[in-house]
């Protein structure tokens, strides 16, 4: 059953204006998707993300079938919608967010094909990752469509079982979360881990070993 609620249409036009001021969706990049029930919110492709009003969604079912447009008819859903669709159908996610933050961008030249680290603090902020242990997302490789990552990203995701996100090589990472709080959660830590790791290589150190007792 289709449910239009008006502060989930505001809550994305706020989000989509902090995740702006992060520098995760600039040049009309990246985006954000919310479900709530079978009601899945999506973001317009290509507009300035800091200025979308909570008019400018649309609604989609569970099946991806588009409910209800915007006001404006000029506006196309994102490109992302298949994308954030292997979120909700393989993890059951309520939140997904796409960013192009520059952070996880360089962090993908830095390892192969997956993301590692350990020891580090903002760890415990992903769900059912401790200190101890190590963080690991997947990286697959770009392409020229961002609809054409649809199977790459499923498979990583079947692979990655534990990882909350997905980084994609010289573009930006797809991160969700139970619940959108969960999914911005999960972004701001897997961005500090990222920006962490690119740091730590520059200085010569691992951010995948294990350090010594005395560091
Ligand atoms: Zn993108």
Redesign the pocket.
Known sequence: MMNDDPQIRSLIATLCRQFYDQGWVSGT??GISIRSGDTVYLAPSGVPKERINPDDLFLLNREGDIVQRPTSDALKPSE?QHLFYNAYNLRDAGAVL?S?SLNAMLVTLLYDDVFRVTHLEMMKGITGVGYHDVCEVPIINNTAH?CELTETMADAMKAYPKSHAVL?RR??VYVWGDDWKQAKKHAECYDYLFAAAVRMKQMGLDPARMPEATL
Do not use: D, K
């Open positions: 990049g990246g992302c796409h192009h961002e994609v573009h930006g």
